[in-house]
């Protein structure tokens, strides 16, 4: 349904609709902003350097890329990668939705403030960055997009401390790093 979506105008745009890549039996799901040009051209999220990066932090968490979830709030890459506006975000909700259902996992991942508004972790004005909040009954961490990260390495600290207390709520334990 995803593939031939024509709900809102970012389909205009699109080479490929961005669904998913990952397990559908994960513990542990990520959900970014919307696919960028090398996601919209190949058809899977993450896969450009906030993605090469994002990978890297998965794996400093002790979990292997494939036996997580990566997807997005929106499955079509905005123009000039920009934001999703709000009414683009509400038309691809329900896929998320669904998503998150489908998998269930025991902790979800918001990178960055859009992926946490439209889970409803974040509060115009507020901290959000570092706090639980909790989707349909499941905790969600929001913390800062790898794409940010790149931008401001400074960030990298706080962001896994994050990712540190996402291990730690799942009752795991840090791979001895290398
Ligand atoms: N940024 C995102 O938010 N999602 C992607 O899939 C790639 C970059």
Avoid at 25 to 49: K, R
Avoid at 68 to 75: E, S, T
Avoid at 91 to 105: G, M, S
Wanted: proline share 8%; charged share 25%; glycine share 8%.
């Amino acid at each position: 349904e995803a593939k031939t979506c024509t709900r809102c105008r970012l389909h205009e745009g699109r080479t490929n609709s961005v669904f998913a890549r990952g397990s559908e039996t994960a513990s542990l799901v990520f959900v970014g902003e919307g696919p960028g040009f090398h996601e919209d051209q190949q058809g899977l999220p993450f896969v450009g350097n906030a993605g090469q990066l994002l990978d890297r932090m998965i794996t400093a968490m002790g979990f292997d890329p494939a036996e997580v979830y990566i997807c997005n709030v929106v499955k079509c890459r905005p123009p000039d990668n920009r934001t999703p506006n709000p009414d683009e975000a509400a038309e691809c909700l329900p896929y998320l939705r669904a998503q998150l259902e489908v998998v269930a996992p025991e902790v979800i991942v918001a990178l960055g403030r859009c992926a946490a508004e439209n889970l409803g972790v974040a509060e115009p004005g507020r901290r959000w960055r570092g706090e639980w909040g909790t989707w349909e009954g499941i905790r969600v961490m929001p913390t800062y997009h790898p794409a940010y990260l790149l931008r401001n390495p400074e960030n990298k600290r706080v962001v896994w401390q994050d990712l540190q207390a996402v291990v730690k709520a799942m009752g795991r334990e840090l791979p001895a790093r290398s």
